[in-house]
């Protein structure tokens, strides 16, 4: 069956430095690939998505490339503030859009002044 | 965003007693929901899907009758861990999508429930 390979964590960064959360996957056929961020108290929020090889999806400086020859989809962000201390998910879904998503087991990053 | 409203944040039971957890949708009529799980050190994992009006598709593994689904209307659904016992101790979460397919889903906060 489909899965997602994450990162466990915790992490912690200082301020400004680089990130990288890897995500490897395993499914059949071509699955759209996700990021999601749950900051503390709140709901899993979408935080980038790709839906074809060689797609990149980005925001909030955050990006992530679909890559079928190694099935990843890491999570980069090049400088990070205190602001995206959260949990990330690596997801997909085999199913086009986010209906019936697999889940990575999340990893806590906490950014630190 | 739309907003996804779940309650309780937590929960603390007997053994032997029935839950019941909400999820909302507060500016969006939701024709889908879905329920997930999270024990400890693992990955969310689907327990069901439910469309509004109609009976909920569970995922292989979970029980239909110790976890009752109801989205009765299109901004509501419940679920109901029913007899809970320590081993449903886990995070639930629920997420709502505003059409039948292929758009974003929401999430709620979730809810962390222990039994005792």
């Known amino acids: 069956g489909n899965s997602v390979t994450q990162m466990e964590g915790p992490v912690t960064l200082s301020e400004e430095a680089f990130l990288t959360i890897n995500c490897t996957y395993t499914a059949t056929g071509y699955p759209s690939l996700f990021w999601y961020v749950q900051y503390p108290g709140e709901g899993l929020q979408l935080l980038l998505k790709a839906t074809k090889a060689d797609d990149k999806g980005s925001n909030k400086g955050f990006e992530a490339t679909y890559r079928k020859e190694t099935t990843s989809f890491h999570l980069e962000k090049g400088s990070v503030q205190v602001s995206d201390s959260a949990v990330y998910f690596c997801a997909l879904s085999d199913q086009g859009g986010s209906e019936k998503l697999v889940f990575g087991k999340g990893m806590k990053l906490t950014v630190n002044p | ?116």
């Open chain 2, 1 to 116: 965003g739309a907003v996804v409203s779940q309650h309780p944040s937590w929960v603390i039971c007997k053994s032997g007693t029935s839950v019941k957890i909400e999820c909302r949708s507060l500016d969006f009529q939701a024709t889908t929901m879905f329920w997930y799980r999270q024990f400890p050190k693992q990955s969310l994992m689907l327990m069901a899907t439910s469309n509004e009006g109609s009976k909920a598709t569970y995922e292989q593994g979970v029980e239909k009758d110790k976890f009752l689904i109801n989205h009765a209307s299109l901004t509501l659904s419940t679920l109901t861990v029913t007899s809970a016992h320590p081993e449903d101790s886990s995070f639930y979460i629920c997420s709502a999508r505003e059409q039948p397919t292929n758009t974003e889903a929401f999430f709620g906060q979730g809810t962390r429930l222990t039994v005792v």
